[in-house]
């Protein structure tokens, strides 16, 4: 069993950056895969970022490539998501997710977190 606890999440103007951080617990945080997918209002999920267990391998969605970075600090268990310039469509909350599957996080993961808040203001 993992437990995922994310942070970071607020409202800013479009533009602005804001980190997100996401906590595990439980197993062996490098043999994870993990990923952040987000949900706005009346929309389907979406995938944002996955990395692999030892950081060297990095996904991104298409909306945000360039924009958004993933990264992760085995040590410290957590993963992050670096988002600059951020856009009012990036409004959504924002879930991390782990599977021992890189693959399979482009789409699901066997854990999630309960999710944070992200608001952009135009």
């Known amino acids: 069993q993992v437990q995922l606890v994310e942070s970071g999440g607020g409202l800013v103007q479009a533009g602005g950056s804001l980190r997100l951080s996401c906590t595990a617990s439980g197993r062996t945080f490098s043999n994870y895969a993990m990923g952040w997918f987000r949900q706005a209002p009346g929309k389907e999920r979406e995938f944002v970022a996955r990395i692999s267990g030892n950081g060297n391998i990095k996904y991104y969605g298409d909306s945000v490539k360039g924009r958004f970075t993933i990264s992760r600090d085995n040590p410290k268990n957590t993963v992050y998501l670096q988002m600059n310039s951020l856009k009012p469509e990036d409004t959504a909350v924002y879930y991390c997710?782990?599977?021992?599957?890189?693959?399979?996080?482009?789409?699901?993961?066997?854990?999630w977190g309960q999710g944070t808040q992200v608001t952009v203001s135009s």
């Open positions: 997710a782990a599977d021992f599957s890189l693959l399979a996080l482009r789409s699901a993961a066997a854990y």
